[in-house]
């Protein structure tokens, strides 16, 4: 089976990316609530619908602030690009690639 078709396959069963926590208030932050539908529309083909990884490297699990230690750090790489990372800065808007970092950094 080509690498794709595996790929596809393992898209197509992943399940839903994790729910954003709700506050004291009872109500969701809707910056996180943009960063998961932005993530399970754009990164979870690749870093898994949980951030276990697959194409792309895993992001749950891992230390992201010791790698990415500001939040621009990683909203540079997700706008920019990097290696095999495809720069997302034509196909989002600035609020969405900082809601997906946070996503990212807070709820995975």
Not at 6 to 26: H, I, K, M, Y
Not at 63 to 71: A, G, I, K, S, V
Not at 75 to 97: K, N, T
């Amino acid at each position: 089976m080509p690498a794709i078709s595996v790929l596809l396959l393992v898209s197509a069963c992943a399940g839903p990316s994790p729910e954003v926590p709700v506050g004291p208030d009872g109500v969701a932050d809707p910056v996180l609530q943009l960063g998961r539908d932005v993530y399970s529309g754009s990164c979870q083909q690749c870093h898994g619908s949980a951030g276990e990884g697959g194409a792309g490297p895993r992001l749950n699990g891992r230390d992201l602030d010791e790698d990415y230690p500001q939040l621009t750090d990683l909203i540079e790489i997700i706008s920019g690009g990097r290696e095999r990372m495809p720069s997302f800065s034509s196909s989002l808007s600035e609020a969405s690639i900082t809601a997906v970092a946070r996503y990212v950094r807070e709820v995975l």
